[in-house]
C-alpha cells in the first residue's frame, strides 16, 4: 500500500455541494522523503522507506542515514509496502499523491485517557444498575472469577486498567480536499491521536 506521512492540525467542518456540514480532520501530509529503497536480492522484501519533519538534533547513525538520500534526518520514518509506480532514493513524495474523492485508511496513536474503569473502558453497566441499595456501588466491576475451580482470574478478563496509548487505524475514509501548495489533506470524519500527533495515510 502506498502512502505518506503526516501531522495531525486537528478538526473542523466544511459544507458540500448539498449544504450539508461534514465534519473533517486536516493532516498536514508529507513533504516526505525516500531513505531507504528495500529490494528482494538485499532485504528479502520490497518497500519504500519514508522520512517526514526534519530534526533539529540527531546523532551520527540518522544522520549518516538520511545523508544518502540527501536530506536531512527525519523524526518520523516508516516503511510502506507495495508502493505505487517506480521511486529512487531521495525523491520526494508530496499530498498530490492523493487525489479528491478517493478512500484511504489512516492509523495512529489515539489518546491517552489513564488509568479507567470498567464502565468508561468497557461499556459495564454497573453492579445492579442504579437501584437495590447499591450505595456506592453502581460502577463496580462485580465477580470475576469462579470459586475454588479454576482459582485464578482468567487472561483477558475486561477489569480496569491503563486505557488509551494504542495504535488504531480508521479504515475507507474519504478525502474530500487536497490543498498541495501547503501540503494539506482533509478528510472526512474522525483520526486518532492528539493535535501535531504523528499519522501513516495509507490507500
Known sequence: ?????????????????????????????????????????????????????????????????????????????????????????????????FAEG???????????????????????GGVGQATHGQHNRLRAPGSIGAASYPARVFKGMRMAGRMGGEKVKVENLRVLKVVAEKNLIVIKGAVPGHKNSYVIIQK
Request: glycine fraction near 14%; charged fraction near 30%; include cysteine.
Open 1 to 97: 500500500m502506498s502512502g505518506l506521512i503526516g501531522k495531525k492540525i486537528g478538526m473542523t467542518s466544511i459544507f458540500d455541494e448539498n449544504g450539508k456540514n461534514i465534519p473533517c480532520t486536516v493532516i498536514q501530509a508529507g513533504p516526505c522523503v525516500i531513505t531507504q529503497v528495500r529490494t528482494e536480492e538485499v532485504d528479502g522484501y520490497e518497500a519504500l522507506q519514508l522520512g517526514f519533519d526534519d530534526k533539529k538534533t540527531a546523532n551520527k547513525a540518522a544522520e549518516g542515514h538520511a545523508k544518502k538520500a540527501g536530506a536531512a534526518a527525519m523524526r518520523k520514518v516508516v516503511e510502506f509496502k507495495g508502493f505505487e509506480g517506480e521511486h529512487k532514493l531521495g525523491d520526494t513524495i508530496t499530498v498530490e499523491h
Open 102 to 124: 478517493e478512500f484511504v485508511d489512516v492509523s495512529g496513536i489515539s489518546k491517552g485517557k489513564g488509568f479507567q474503569g470498567v464502565v468508561k473502558r468497557h461499556g459495564f
